[in-house]
T-cell receptor
Framework: EAEVAQSPRYKITEKSQAVAFWCDPI?????LYWYRQILGQGPELLVQ????????DSQLPKDRFSAERLKGVDSTLKIQPAELGDSAMYLC???????????FGQGTRLTVV | KQEVTQIPAALSVPEGENLVLNCSFT??????LQWFRQDPGKGLTSLLL?????REQTSGRLNASLDKSSGRSTLYIAASQPGDSATYLC???????????FGQGTRLTINP
């Protein structure tokens, strides 16, 4: 069964360091999302891609976060420099079309120390 | 701005009971609503997707209903089992946008 792949599963980094997360969506899914989930809360959107184009990055802290999906397939989310408040689960999801299910990866648990 | 609320935040019931989880949203102009399950430290697993034109959707022991006009959805779990223990999240996709807006989730514990 097709899955959304994310790596790494866990990441510990020191504050002020750079960190990057990778996501490979289900093949053929044009829409890709990055969400951040703080423990005990619902996920919140960071950035949404349609193919290689950014559709919504209104909640992305652009002074330190960047995201790309150069060929409209896999995607990378980067944080530089990391801050203590960035500790959270980072989730990637993809969907094929407007009225289809969204599927999530297993997430990357980031701890900033 | 779409806001999604899930009540209760936590629920604990004995095994075998039927239960209902609630989800409400402020803007009724939605494309669809999706229910997810999340186990501790894991990603989200899709349970059911209800299109805006549908009233309900069923999968095994799960039944989700949607009342778009009142901004409400319910997830009914029949004959609950300890393995159903998890956090359940609902998310809506509003007309004009394709992002999923999530509630805070209901943490469900089924006691053997």
């Amino acid at each position: 069964e097709a899955e959304v792949a994310q790596s790494p599963r866990y990441k510990i980094t020191e504050k002020s360091q750079a960190v990057a997360f990778w996501c490979d969506p289900i093949s053929g899914h044009a829409t890709l999302y990055w969400y951040r989930q703080i423990l005990g809360q619902g996920p919140e959107l960071l950035v949404q891609f349609q193919d290689e184009s950014v559709v919504d990055d209104s909640q992305l802290p652009k002074d330190r976060f960047s995201a790309e999906r150069l060929k409209g397939v896999d995607s990378t989310l980067k944080i530089q420099p990391a801050e203590l408040g960035d500790s959270a689960m980072y989730l990637c999801a993809s969907k094929q079309g407007l009225n289809t299910e969204a599927f999530f990866g297993q997430g990357t648990r980031l701890t900033v120390v | 701005k779409q806001e999604v609320t899930q009540i209760p935040a936590a629920l604990s019931v004995p095994e075998g009971e039927n239960l209902v989880l609630n989800c409400s949203f402020t803007d009724s102009a939605i494309y669809n609503l999706q229910w997810f399950r999340q186990d501790p430290g894991k990603g989200l697993t899709s349970l059911l997707l209800i299109q805006s034109s549908q009233r309900e959707q069923t999968s095994g022991r799960l039944n989700a209903s949607l009342d778009k006009s009142s901004g409400r959805s319910t997830l009914y779990i029949a004959a609950s089992q300890p393995g159903d223990s998890a956090t359940y999240l609902c998310a809506v996709i509003s007309s004009g946008a394709q992002k999923l807006v999530f509630g805070q989730g209901t943490r469900l514990t089924i006691n053997p």
